[in-house]
C-alpha cells in the first residue's frame, strides 16, 4: 500500500522555489528551470506507486485513473488560466492576445508544449511574454500519462520483470535521443514529450523496487545527502549557457532519485530536514505555486512596461505565495476524496465542459485578432510594426546548401548590373536589406546578400549552442560568402553587418544572460562567453587576411543600441496603461556595452587598412539617449532590430557605402 511521504512535498519544496526564484530574476539560482527536472521524477515515483498498488491488487481501472488526475489537475489549471485571461483581456494589445488566445486553446488540448515548440522561431516573441509558457510541464505530463497507464497495464500482463525490462528499455531509449538531439535542437529536446520522458521512467524504476532497498543507515545518508548535493550543484552551477536538458538533466534527476530511494529505506537527515513543516506546507501548495507564478511574472511586466524592481520581484514572489494558499485551500482540496459513479460523470461532464469553454475562448481571439475594438487607433497604430511582414524572408534569408547549389542567391540591384558588393552578417543585416536594394536599384549597383540566423559573418567561427541545423545554416552561409569572392573578382566591397556586441560579450543586456551565443574555432574547442571575445577577434583577422586580399573594401557598422524591452510592445502597453514612460537606453550604456568591441575594431584596424567601422551612435543616439521613437513611431522592431523606419535613419551611410563603388574600378 501506498503510504504519504513528507519528504516527497519537502522535496516538491526543493523543486519548485529554485523555478520562482530562477523566473524572478534575482540572480539567486542561475539553474533553478531544474526544478522542474525534479517534478517529473517525483510524479513519476509517485504515480507508479499507485498504480503499482493497484495492479497487484487487481484494482486498476483507467476511469479511476483519469478521474484522479482530473481532479488533481484540473480545478487549479481552470482557475488560473480563468485569471489569466481576465488580466491578458486588460491588460495585452491585440497581437499578444491573440497569441495568449492560442496558448489557452493549446493548453485546453494539454499540446502546449507542442504548440510553444512550434512558435520558437528567431522574430517570434519572446518567451518571457507569454502567459501560459511554463503549462509546457504539464503537457508533457498529461501526454505521458496518456500512453503510460495501458503499457503498464500491458507490460503487468508478462509480469514484474517484464514490467522492469519494459521500463529500463524505454527511459535508455529516450535518455539516448534527448542527449542526441539537445546539440541538435535543444528546443525540440526541451519541449517535446519523448525526450522528456526519461525523467518520469526514472521515478517509475524507483516505484517497481530496480535498486535493492538501502537498510543500512549509512549507506541511507551518504545516498541521499548525495542527492541533495547533486540538485544544489545543478540549481547553482547550471545557467544560460547549460546545454540543457540530455545529459546535464540527469545531475538533478538522479538527485532526486537517490533522495526519493534513500528515504523508502528508511529516516536520515535529509529526509527529517525535508520533513519540516515549512517544507512540506510549501511541498502541498506547489502545484498551486508553479501554475501562479509565471502568469503574475509575465502580467506584472506587462504591467511596469520596465523590467521589474528588485521589490516589485519580491512583491510577485510573496503574491505568488498568496494566490497559491488560496488556490490549494479554496480550489485544490475541495476536489480531493473519492466519489460516486455519479459523482464521477458529473466531474467528467464539467472539465470537458470547461475545455471545451476555454478552446472556444482561444480561437475567439484567435479569430477576432485579438479583438482590437477594446482599444483606440493610438494603441493599435503603436504596435503596428510587429505585424509587418519583414520583406524577402522567405528569398533571402536562412538560404541553404540545397538553395546556394542551385544559384539560387538573393540578388539585388538592376539585373543587368554586375556583381560589385556584397551584404554579409546576422538578422541585423537582415533588417537593411529592403533598404539596400532600394539604394542599389537607384544607384545601379548589383549586390548579392548572405545572411542567416545568430550567425557572425566571420570565417571559421561557429555558434556552438545553437541547434545543429541552425549551425549548418551557418557554416554553408559563411562558406557561399567565401565561393562568390573567388567566382566573382569584380566584388569590390564586402559589407559585413552584425550585432557585435553580442558576439563580443556573449549575453544579452536587457535580460541578462538570456540566450547567449557562445562561440568557438580552432583554438577554443567549448564555448563560453567569456572566450567569445578571444574568439570573435581571430575570426575577424583569419576573415579579413581571406576576403580582404585584391584590394577589397570590408566595411562593418557599429551595433545597434539594444533597449530594455520590445519597443513597439512597450509603446501599447504604455498606451494602453495611459502612462507615459522613458525606455531609451542611456548613451553611456551604450558606451560601455560596445567598449570592448570597438577596442577589438581598432586593433584590428591598425593591421588592416581596408577595414572600415562606419559609426551609428551619431544618427542613433545623443549625448545622454539612444532613440528609440521617431514622432510617435517605434525605431525598432522588438529589442534590438531595427524597423524600417529605425533603417531610413541609416541610409545615408548606406548609400555612402555604395557611392564609393563607383570609386572602386569595378566593372
Not at 527511459?171 to 529536446?189: C, E, F, K, N, P
Not at 546576422?426 to 545568430?454: I, K, P, W, Y
Not at 567598449?595 to 559609426?615: N, S
Amino acid at each position: 500500500m501506498l503510504t504519504y511521504r513528507r519528504d516527497v512535498d519537502g522535496l516538491r519544496a526543493i523543486a519548485v522555489v529554485p523555478v520562482i526564484l530562477f523566473h524572478a530574476r534575482l540572480g539567486i539560482f542561475p539553474g533553478g528551470y531544474v526544478g522542474v527536472d525534479v517534478f517529473f521524477v517525483i510524479s513519476g515515483f509517485l504515480i507508479t506507486s499507485l498504480l503499482r498498488a493497484e495492479l497487484d491488487s487487481g484494482r486498476f481501472s483507467i476511469v479511476r485513473f483519469y478521474e484522479r488526475r482530473i481532479a488533481r489537475i484540473f480545478p487549479a489549471l481552470f482557475a488560473m488560466v480563468a485569471s489569466a485571461s481576465a488580466a491578458a483581456w486588460w491588460l495585452l494589445p491585440p497581437d499578444e492576445l491573440r497569441e495568449f488566445g492560442q496558448s489557452v486553446t493549446a493548453t485546453a488540448v494539454f499540446g502546449s508544449n507542442i504548440f510553444f515548440w512550434l512558435e520558437s522561431g528567431y522574430f517570434t516573441r519572446a518567451a518571457e511574454n507569454l502567459p501560459l509558457l511554463h503549462t509546457w510541464s504539464l503537457a508533457v505530463e498529461e501526454q505521458y500519462y496518456v500512453v503510460f497507464p495501458p503499457l503498464l497495464w500491458l507490460l503487468a500482463r508478462a509480469g514484474r520483470r517484464a514490467i522492469v525490462q519494459g521500463l529500463v528499455a524505454l527511459t535508455a531509449l529516450s535518455l539516448a535521443a534527448a542527449i542526441w538531439m539537445v546539440g541538435r535542437d535543444a528546443q525540440q529536446a526541451f519541449y517535446l514529450p519523448h525526450l522528456r520522458a526519461w525523467e518520469l521512467f526514472l521515478g517509475a524504476l524507483l516505484a517497481y523496487d530496480l535498486v535493492p532497498a538501502l537498510t543500512a543507515r549509512p549507506v541511507r545518508e551518504v545516498v541521499a545527502g548525495a542527492g541533495l548535493l547533486a540538485i544544489a550543484i545543478a540549481i547553482f552551477a547550471y545557467g544560460h549557457e547549460t546545454p540543457f536538458p540530455g545529459l546535464a538533466a540527469l545531475l538533478p534527476c538522479l538527485g532526486a532519485a537517490a533522495i526519493i530511494h534513500a528515504g523508502s529505506g528508511g529516516p536520515t537527515l535529509t529526509s527529517r530536514l525535508l520533513s519540516t513543516r515549512v517544507a512540506v506546507g510549501i511541498g502541498l501548495i506547489s502545484y498551486s505555486l508553479y501554475l501562479w507564478h509565471w502568469p503574475l511574472f509575465v502580467l506584472q511586466r506587462h504591467y511596469t512596461i520596465l523590467p521589474p524592481t528588485r521589490l516589485e520581484s519580491l512583491g510577485a514572489i510573496a503574491a505568488t505565495f498568496l494566490a497559491a494558499w488560496l488556490s490549494w485551500r479554496y480550489v485544490e482540496r475541495p476536489f480531493r476524496g473519492k466519489r460516486s459513479a455519479e459523482g464521477r460523470r458529473r466531474l467528467f461532464c464539467a472539465a470537458g465542459a470547461v475545455l471545451a469553454l476555454f478552446i472556444t475562448v482561444g480561437l475567439a481571439a484567435h479569430f477576432k485578432h485579438g479583438f482590437p475594438s477594446r482599444f483606440s487607433v493610438q494603441v493599435l497604430a503603436t504596435g503596428a510594426v510587429t505585424r509587418e511582414d519583414l520583406p524577402l524572408r522567405e528569398r533571402c534569408f536562412q538560404l541553404d546548401e540545397k538553395r546556394y547549389k542551385a544559384g539560387d542567391f538573393c540578388r539585388f540591384g538592376p539585373p543587368d548590373a554586375p556583381l560589385e558588393f556584397i551584404l554579409w552578417g546576422d538578422s541585423h543585416s537582415f533588417m537593411l536589406l529592403q533598404a539596400l536594394q532600394r539604394l542599389s536599384e537607384a544607384g545601379r549597383h548589383g549586390g548579392v546578400f548572405f545572411g542567416s540566423t545568430a550567425c557572425p559573418p566571420l570565417l571559421g567561427v561557429d555558434p556552438s549552442n545553437r541547434s545543429r541545423a541552425q549551425r549548418k545554416l551557418c557554416m554553408d552561409t559563411n562558406a557561399e560568402v567565401l565561393a562568390t569572392l573567388k567566382d566573382h573578382p569584380g566584388i569590390k566591397t564586402v559589407i559585413m553587418v552584425a550585432r557585435w556586441g553580442f558576439y563580443v560579450e556573449g549575453t544579452e543586456t536587457a535580460l541578462a544572460a538570456r540566450d547567449p551565443t557562445l562561440l568557438i574555432d580552432s583554438q577554443q574547442k567549448e564555448g563560453s562567453s567569456i572566450h567569445n571575445h578571444d574568439v570573435v577577434e581571430r575570426g575577424l583577422r583569419h576573415t579579413l587576411s581571406t576576403i580582404g586580399a585584391s584590394g577589397r573594401r570590408v566595411v562593418t557598422f557599429e551595433s545597434v543600441p539594444e533597449v530594455m524591452v520590445n519597443v513597439p510592445d512597450a509603446m501599447s502597453q504604455a498606451a494602453i496603461m495611459g502612462r507615459v514612460i522613458d525606455f531609451a537606453p542611456p548613451a553611456a550604456d551604450y558606451r560601455r556595452r560596445q567598449a570592448r568591441t570597438l577596442a577589438l575594431f581598432e586593433r584590428v584596424r591598425a593591421d588592416h587598412p581596408e577595414f572600415e567601422v562606419i559609426p551609428l551612435s551619431d544618427v542613433l543616439c545623443d549625448e545622454n539617449h539612444c532613440r528609440v521613437i521617431q514622432d510617435g513611431k517605434p525605431l525598432y522592431y522588438d529589442d534590438n532590430h531595427l524597423s524600417p523606419l529605425g533603417v531610413s535613419l541609416l541610409e545615408a551611410k548606406l548609400a555612402a557605402v555604395l557611392d564609393a563603388l563607383e570609386g572602386d574600378g569595378a566593372p
